[in-house]
């Protein structure tokens, strides 16, 4: 049977339900701030289509938090019943950001119902733009107490085993750990950059369909120009963030650049495949490129994967990973880039078919460099769970009936996929940006047309 190994099954389903929770959970953290920008920029220019912006993509996110909630609980409820004894010694030290982070989703969650359904109550709309500032500090400081925790499951801190025994707990010390702040910045960045990208995927395929509404036009020009800060952000984050993998995971750092042998001016490999000797070949090299990313300088020295034992290398399979992360960050920054450059200068390409073909394009491949990121993140940390100290099989659960779960979520997860897809759908399809305006104009006394 497939799943009858229970730690391979227990595997499988986090790596499942991650994979599933992270779509929501980055539109979670970066969806509120597109809807701030929006609004801000309504009331600054006096512009109509701006404050209908924010109404109508907290209406949209309203939804997605709704099942964030539902795969938020089951990723809690997997940590107690997949990885027990994980929990029981975490659990010690590493509640507080967990306890946090339940407190800034229902911060979060109050204020964005308040104001998704006030808005006409509002003559002054700065008031009711009053509300988002709580919703998107609840926003970034629950994807900033979640991350939390997976940073110190990768450099764990703040207190001591003795004779099995967890002693000098310090809760606070757990929470800051060397890769806390990596860590925290590139998923905030990433998260902003991915959600822009996301609707402008969504106004530019609407321009595609034949739409010449200029509320599509100015949705795509803001949010691109919001992907594009947060798109260089990541990477520059990202430089910082393979200097703390140098330093304290370079057996990980080591396994995405299929760095066999420990050596100065190591080059950046991209792409290539392993032969059965473990040698590389057709992939494209960088020369120093990978000493610049660890260490800043060219002639540095690299530690491969002959300082570390077999049982503790990650799987090579996480280059791949790295490769795709990386590749879609630069398509997505030149992109973005072109197209603030093309509208500037009034270059006509920028408003071609094809162009904004790519730009629809951009949206799904900015959730797909979201996934490899975290699946790169997640394995290459094996064979810890908490690095260092215990392993995965030492975490996980005995119980033989994991593949049974393994089954079951993956039909939740199908029914909640295809159920916020056909609710999206119906929401503003069937209430079009023309009739939502007309509604909006007469609430507010004007003339009609």
């Avoid at 659990?91 to 109050?110: D, K, R």
């Amino acid at each position: 049977m497939l799943f009858e190994d229970p730690v391979f099954a227990s595997r499988v389903l986090t790596l499942l339900t991650l994979s599933f929770h992270i779509i929501y959970a980055t539109i979670g953290v970066g969806v509120p701030l597109l809807i701030m920008i929006a609004h801000w920029v309504g009331i600054k220019k006096n512009d109509e289509h701006y404050l209908l912006m924010a109404k109508r993509w907290a209406r949209g996110f309203a939804v997605t938090v709704a099942v964030g909630v539902v795969t938020g609980t089951a990723i809690g409820l997997q940590l107690s019943l997949l990885w027990p004894n994980f929990m029981e010694l975490a659990g010690n030290i590493i509640a507080l950001p967990l306890f946090l982070e339940v407190f800034a989703f229902f911060f979060e969650a109050i204020f964005l119902g308040i104001y998704a359904y006030t808005g006409d109550r509002f003559k002054d709309k700065r008031k009711h733009f009053l509300l988002l500032i709580p919703v998107v500090l609840g926003a970034a400081a629950s994807g900033l107490f979640i991350t939390v925790l997976n940073a110190f499951m990768n450099s764990p801190q703040g207190f001591d085993i003795v004779n099995g025994q967890l002693i000098n707990a310090n809760p606070v010390a757990a929470m800051f750990t060397p890769a806390m702040p990596t860590k925290v910045a590139h998923v905030l960045a990433t998260a902003f950059m991915t959600s822009a990208f996301m609707v402008a995927a969504i106004s530019a395929y609407k321009m595609i369909k034949g739409s010449n509404h200029i509320y599509h036009k100015k949705s795509l020009y803001m949010t691109m120009k919001i992907g594009l800060v947060f798109s260089i952000a990541a990477a520059l984050i990202g430089d910082f963030s393979g200097k703390y993998l140098a330093e304290y995971q370079p057996e990980k750092l080591a396994a995405a650049e299929w760095h066999f042998e420990t050596e100065e001016g190591a080059p950046l490999l991209m792409y290539g495949i392993l032969d059965e000797n473990e040698e590389v070949k057709y992939a494209l090299k960088i020369p120093f490129g990978l000493s610049i990313l660890a260490h800043g300088t060219p002639n540095s020295e690299v530690i491969g994967l002959d300082q570390f034992p077999v049982e503790e290398t990650p799987p090579l399979i996480i280059h791949y990973f790295f490769d795709l992360m990386i590749t879609i960050g630069v398509f997505m920054i030149s992109l973005s880039l072109v197209y603030f450059i093309g509208i500037k200068r009034a270059w006509p390409f920028v408003k071609s078919k094809w162009f904004r073909s790519l730009i629809v394009l951009g949206g799904p491949l900015s959730f797909l460099a979201i996934e490899a990121g975290w699946w790169m993140t997640e394995m290459g940390r094996y064979p810890w769970i908490l690095k260092g100290i215990m392993t995965i099989d030492a975490a996980a659960t005995s119980s033989e009936y994991v593949g049974l779960m393994v089954i079951l979520f993956g039909l939740l997860y199908l029914f909640l996929g295809i159920g916020t897809v056909v609710v999206l759908r119906r929401m503003f399809v069937n209430n079009p940006v023309e009739i939502e305006l007309e509604k909006q104009r007469v609430a507010q006394g004007g003339e009609t047309t």
